[in-house]
């Protein structure tokens, strides 16, 4: 969705909130979940994106001081891996809020915890890499709580993402290149329903 569009609907979706029960009928308040799941998305894989070729390319170079690795903590000069610093900033968010959720997951997951749980997370994983470019938009109930659960497909946009994947001794796919969906980001969003 362009920033332009994007704007517009969150403006628009913040007008209808502002209006209700400003005298007349009664209007829903909020944000449209989709619209809450986009831009979600939107600022996370700007900044994963980013973090990948800004400073994970620039340190793994020939001259790097600093060594991106899964193991990172172990080294005098490590630096967390993108999927990890990732991780690190659901994990703030799950303590700071239950508005939302998100997760990096795979249908190749190296570390296992990355696996999809649910049929939504499956259903989902399996479209975004049969249909390249799209997303996919489901409701699940987990705990006895309604979700909108968004899947947004995570591709390869750097070498290093590349390389990491396919030499892991862990691995279950070795065969990934530049622009492969090599797995998704799942939004989950609470909705009362």
């Not at 939107?42 to 800004?54: E, F, H, P």
């Not at 998100?102 to 696996?115: E, M």
């Amino acid at each position: 969705m362009k920033a332009t569009k994007l704007w517009g609907s969150l403006a628009l979706a913040g007008a209808v909130a502002l209006t209700a029960g400003c005298g007349g009928e009664e209007k829903a308040a909020g944000v449209d979940p989709q619209i809450m799941a986009d831009s979600l998305f939107a600022v996370m894989a700007s900044d994963r994106a980013n973090y990948t070729k800004l400073i994970i390319k620039r340190l793994g170079g020939e001259a790097g001081f600093i060594k991106p690795d899964e193991h990172w903590e172990d080294l005098d000069n490590g630096a967390p891996l993108p999927a990890q610093m990732f991780r690190f900033g659901a994990e703030a968010v799950a303590e700071r809020t239950d508005a939302f959720t998100y997760s990096l997951q795979s249908l190749w997951p190296i570390n296992k915890q990355n696996a999809p749980r649910t049929d939504v997370e499956k259903t989902g994983l399996q479209y975004i890499v049969d249909n390249p470019g799209k997303n996919y938009y489901g409701e699940e109930e987990l705990g006895g709580v309604k979700y909108y659960t968004a899947v947004y497909p995570d591709v390869a946009v750097a070498t290093p993402c590349v390389d990491c994947h396919n030499k892991h001794k862990d691995s279950p796919r070795t065969d990934f290149k530049i622009g492969d969906t090599m797995g998704g980001v799942v939004v989950r969003i609470p909705i009362k329903g």
